[in-house]
T-cell receptor
């Protein structure tokens, strides 16, 4: 079993829909990261959180430390949101990231 | 402010050859981590460099080696290339280990081994 599990693996939505991507992890962490990867490879950090909730524009990330679970929400989805969304965790005092396999999101117009 | 830059962007090598990939960290960052991302998979940690030393290493063979220079830039070297080494190689920079900061990634180097 991977340390970081994401669901769903693939997600197709219509423009304007509310989207939720889930991440579960099996170890104690110091922080959880949500990242976005577009075709071509580059990875962009969306959020880093260790508790509670963060919001940036139409994106919201939440984490429940007790349940070892995090969610990434996208409100009013748009085709430009189409990308792979990856959950990753860091543990302890190091900065090694352990990644989930990612969720491929496709938003159709 | 230049972010993390990697070179080259694409590379084709033959089995058995050696390759060197390069990474310049974001301004102000002194720690560089390298990841390998196979097609359809999440990135896997190769190793991390800080103060010109390898501080952590993932489950990769000794064919994978690296270096960090005094200006914090880094190289990833892979010897005796195998077909299975074909992947996207990502560099991420951060502050010193122990600082929880957001991850900053380069665009990656896509290595194809034929």
């Amino acid at each position: 079993k991977n340390e970081v599990e994401q669901s769903p693996q693939n997600l197709t939505a219509q423009e304007g829909e509310f989207i939720t991507i889930n991440c579960s992890y099996s170890v104690g962490i110091s922080a959880l990261h949500w990242l976005q990867q577009h075709p071509g490879g580059g990875i962009v950090s969306l959020f880093m959180l260790s508790s509670g909730k963060k919001k940036h524009g139409r994106l919201i990330a939440t984490i429940n430390i007790q349940e070892k679970h995090s969610s990434l929400h996208i409100t009013a989805s748009h085709p430009r949101d189409s990308a792979v969304y990856i959950c990753a965790v860091t543990r302890g005092s190091n900065y090694k990231l352990t990644f989930g396999k990612g969720t491929l999101l496709t938003v159709n117009p | 402010d230049a972010g993390v830059t990697q070179s080259p962007t694409h590379l084709i090598k033959t089995r058995g050859q050696q390759v060197t990939l390069r990474c310049s960290p974001k301004s102000g960052h002194d720690t560089v981590s390298w990841y390998q991302q196979a097609l359809g998979q999440g990135p896997q940690f190769i190793f991390q460099y800080y103060e010109e030393e390898e501080r952590q290493r993932g489950n990769f063979p000794d064919r994978f080696s690296g270096h960090q220079f005094p200006n914090y830039s880094s190289e990833l070297n892979v010897n005796a290339l195998l077909l299975g080494d074909s992947a996207l190689y990502l560099c991420a920079s951060s502050l010193a280990p122990g600082h929880n900061t957001e991850a900053f990634f380069g665009q990656g180097t896509r290595l194809t081994v034929v």
